[in-house]
């Protein structure tokens, strides 16, 4: 069966950074285009960026453009997302999710909060 398990995140304050990983499993990850969503609080999904299959071309919404990295390492099966600069607006819980452009697979999210 196919896995996305997801860790890292939390607390953080205005201005700091977190990493976020999502470890895969159940399928060829080295194939698959692998995305970043978000939702806040009583807000819907959001997409973040997406990484295609090789790592080569990345995507981003301009909400992170310039302050979040996505990376994948296909020999570690792993899907990142490094957050710099974070900001209050960024609090939410995030989700790696497999293939383009239907998500077919989703991580369990975890918790970024952003706050003093």
């Known amino acids: 069966q196919v896995h996305l398990v997801q860790s890292g995140g939390g607390l953080v304050q205005p201005g700091g950074s977190l990493r976020l990983s999502c470890s895969a499993s159940?399928?060829?990850?080295?194939?698959?285009?692998m995305n970043w969503v978000r939702q806040a609080p009583g807000k819907g999904l959001e997409w973040v960026s997406t990484?295609?299959?090789?790592?080569?071309?990345?995507y981003y919404a301009d909400s992170v453009k310039g302050r979040f990295i996505i990376s994948r390492d296909n020999a570690k099966n792993t899907l990142y997302l490094q957050m710099n600069s974070l900001k209050p607006e960024d609090t939410a819980v995030y989700y790696c999710a497999k293939g383009v452009p239907c998500y077919n697979y989703w991580g369990q999210g975890t918790q970024v909060i952003v706050s003093t």
């Open positions: 159940g399928f060829t990850f080295s194939m698959y285009w």
């Open positions: 990484i295609e299959s090789a790592g080569d071309t990345t």
